[in-house]
């Protein structure tokens, strides 16, 4: 098996935002060669997640309310503390307990070079603490 790792950086425009990264991951995909094997996926921060779902703006809305809902931002978080790590505040509990919700990778099927996705799949990344600049990454696995 031959294994590929190529980074990528996203500038997020909003403190939570779904950001669609389908064709990017597809055209990475392209790019690598590979013709059968598994691409993986991953975000490197605690505060971003990748997802998938249906890529229509209203179900994004409705998933980034029921996110809001279920950590909600004004609630009483033992995380809001004094980092002495970081020398600041933690103000942002919310944005890692989203992230915990929604996981931080997604594997899909390489066949005959391209990602074997559903009909409606849609990927995304999760900005969840922004904005920020951000890095992710597709690992491809090709046999």
Do not use: W
Not at 11 to 36: P, Y
Not at 37 to 52: D, E, P, Y
Not at 116 to 135: A, S
Request: net charge negative; charged share 20%.
């Amino acid at each position: 098996m031959r294994s590929q790792i190529i980074r990528f950086g996203i500038q997020t425009t909003g403190d939570t935002k779904m950001i669609d990264i389908t064709e990017r991951v597809r055209q990475m995909v392209r790019d690598s060669g590979a013709q059968n094997g598994q691409a993986l996926v991953m975000t490197l921060h605690t505060t971003t997640a990748i997802t998938v779902n249906e890529g229509l703006p209203d179900l994004e809305d409705d998933i980034v309310e029921m996110l809001q809902e279920l950590a909600p931002a004004d609630r009483n978080y033992r995380h809001a503390r004094f980092l002495h790590s970081d020398g600041q505040m933690a103000v942002n509990a919310p944005s890692h307990l989203r992230g915990a919700l929604l996981g931080f990778q997604c594997a899909f099927p390489i066949e005959d070079g391209e990602l074997v996705m559903g009909g409606r799949q849609t990927i995304y990344f999760v900005e969840l603490d922004g904005p920020l600049y951000r890095e992710a990454l597709v690992q491809v696995m090709a046999t």
